[in-house]
């Protein structure tokens, strides 16, 4: 299944320094966002950070949500997560995407200019009509 986005580069940096995002292969189910950050970010082991990724963007309508989870490889090899789990990015929102991050690593982590920080899914949405009872199928 593929959905148009569109996409609004919100800094100059996106297409020329740093990638937009980004499947890295194939078989990705996320597109890969990237640090749109001028230079390096220390990011202290137990310290929190929100990093930029330079883009917007507009999904096609209220029937889509795109969700930004950590990457898998920063997590595991450095405790680098997302501070709010996951990220929800509603169809009306048009602001800049950013990712908070924070260390839950042994060390010290330098998020590098460009560095892939997370990753967008985009899914549709099925909105609930609650229905109040008295009891619950078993």
Do not use: W
């Not at 499947?23 to 137990?46: N, R």
């Not at 889509?64 to 405790?79: D, F, N, P, Q, T």
């Not at 995407?97 to 998020?111: A, K, M, S, T």
């Amino acid at each position: 299944m593929e959905i148009n986005v569109k996409i609004k580069y919100v800094s100059d940096m996106i297409g020329q320094e740093i990638k937009p995002p980004f499947y890295a292969t194939e078989g990705s189910a996320g597109m890969d966002l990237s640090a749109a950050v001028e230079g390096d970010i220390l990011l202290p082991k137990g310290e929190m950070a929100v990093i930029p990724t330079g883009i917007a963007i507009s999904l096609p309508n209220s029937g889509y949500v795109a969700y930004i989870y950590a990457r898998s490889g920063l997590g595991i090899k450095h405790g680098i997560c997302l501070s709010n789990g996951v990220g929800v990015i509603d169809s009306d929102y048009r602001g800049e995407i950013r990712v908070g991050l924070i260390n839950l690593g042994p060390e010290d982590y330098v998020i590098k200019k460009g560095e892939r920080i997370a990753q967008m899914v985009f899914a549709p949405v099925a909105r609930a009509n609650l229905i109040a009872c008295d009891s619950l199928d078993e």
